[in-house]
């Protein structure tokens, strides 16, 4: 549940006999959101720690496809942007220790807590 939070999308919409390509790009910030569950395949506490750290979310991505029937690859580009971000954290000197990351990484696995 989103309880508030800013988005700003930005598409370069292509339409060309009724087949639409949009390279995208979206920025999430400010957001609060219920700290329990899974957004877009990822763990939500995950997810509320990663914005808290970096301030915001900039994730690029695309929508194609008929004007009636448009496909886009936001869930694989958020869960790839996220692990990216996690990765980082991991591997970086000055974050919090290797635990912390790797409970968030043991959070996202099934049946695991």
Not at 37 to 48: D, E, K, N, Q
Not at 73 to 90: A, H, N, P
Request: no cysteine.
């Amino acid at each position: 549940e989103v309880k508030r939070g800013r988005l700003n999308l930005d598409s370069n919409i292509g339409l060309d006999k009724g087949y639409v390509k949009a390279p995208s790009r979206i920025n999430v910030r400010d957001l609060d959101i219920e700290t329990k569950g899974i957004i877009m395949g990822v763990s939500a506490p995950l997810v509320v720690e990663l914005i808290k750290k970096k301030g915001a979310i900039d994730l690029d991505f695309n929508i194609w496809g008929k004007w009636d029937n448009l496909q886009n690859d936001l869930k694989e580009s958020f869960q790839k942007k996220v692990f990216t971000e996690v990765g980082r954290t991991i591997t970086s000197p000055i974050t919090s220790p290797l635990e912390d990351a790797m409970k968030g990484i043991k959070s996202l696995l099934p049946g695991k807590k």
